[in-house]
């Protein structure tokens, strides 16, 4: 049985996920989304190098926020916004943390919706990746 | 790193609202397998055909966030990005930095594998920062709208902020 939206309440959190992704994580996203800029995968590339390392994508963690509202959702429903910002840069091999909250659960032409607050935070607790989603229920 | 001068010039902003020749993005199996498998998707709904009709799917459905891949043809497409380069419309704003800013995508329906979408793009804003590390940066709005090629039907719109310094 899946999570329906009575059982959504105002203020409750998401449950995590976590992810440390490797170089090898990072090389089958760039296959994956078709994204290829070398700051993700090349340490010979000249913005790598002044950076000090590559960095993990942005939208691979645009795309982890996503797997991390629909494994809530739990395929009772469906997501009808989500967005986030890159606010800070994250390494590879280093913990990635997903975490939410439920701030608004409404009803709207007969639809049964919820936003969530979510992010992504880092070793440190810094949230790198701020968002949020709006979902919809089927039941 | 753009210099403290650097400012939207009149020819930068007519690259706003131009729309770019449509191009074709395919969601396939294949293309949701693969997607999934970068972003370390397990729920199986996303690579087992069987198991996302059993929760309700036509098909594999679209992770959130991925809205199909682009048709690559060499010389049309960026060999990095694999979006096409042809006729979209361009900021001639001379910075080779660049970095993401943000993403925002609005879902009018579930895509799933089997869909053909349309996507047409535009340049909707275009906004200079500050950062203490990289100085002034220009920061772009591109709007993309996806159209479901069989239904008629607009499925997605997304907006991506590009961040160059």
Not at chain 1, 24 to 46: E, I, M, R, T
Not at chain 2, 25 to 51: K, L, M
Not at chain 2, 109 to 123: F, R
Request: charge should be neutral; include cysteine; charged fraction near 20%.
């Amino acid at each position: 049985m899946s999570m329906t939206w009575n059982d959504v309440s105002e203020g409750a959190t998401l449950p995590k996920l976590e992810k440390q992704p490797g170089v090898s994580q990072l090389v089958k996203y760039a296959a994956g989304s078709g994204d290829f800029n070398p700051l993700h995968h090349d340490y010979n590339f000249p913005q790598v190098k002044q950076i000090g390392s590559i960095i993990v994508h942005g939208r691979f963690k645009y795309a982890t926020l996503g797997e991390f509202v629909s494994n809530w959702l739990g395929h009772n429903g469906r997501i009808k916004n989500i967005s986030c910002q890159y606010r800070g840069m994250d390494l590879p091999d280093q913990p990635i943390i997903c975490g939410g909250a439920v701030a608004r659960k409404w009803e709207e032409n007969g639809e049964k919706l919820a936003e969530v607050e979510i992010w992504t935070e880092n070793a440190e607790g810094k949230k790198t990746t701020p968002g949020k989603a709006v979902v919809v229920f089927n039941s | 790193m753009a210099g403290p001068e650097f400012e939207i010039t009149a020819e930068m902003k007519q690259a706003i609202g131009v729309a770019s020749p449509p191009w074709t993005y395919e969601v396939t199996t294949t293309s949701v397998r693969s997607f999934a498998r970068g972003v370390g998707y397990t729920d199986p709904v996303y690579f087992d055909v069987d198991a996302a009709k059993k929760a309700g799917y036509r098909s594999l459905p679209a992770p959130p966030t991925y809205l199909g891949t682009p048709v690559f043809i060499p010389g049309q497409s960026s060999d990095t990005f694999s979006t096409p380069n042809t006729g979209v419309p361009t900021v001639k704003h001379g910075l080779s930095g660049l970095l993401d800013g943000g993403t925002e995508t609005e879902y009018l329906e579930q895509i799933c594998a089997g869909d053909t979408l349309t996507a047409v793009s535009k340049v909707s804003d275009l906004q200079i920062r500050e950062s203490k590390s990289l100085g002034k940066m220009l920061i772009t709005t591109m709007e993309t709208t996806f159209t479901n090629q069989a239904s008629g039907k607009v499925v997605a719109t997304q907006r991506a902020q590009a961040i160059f310094y």
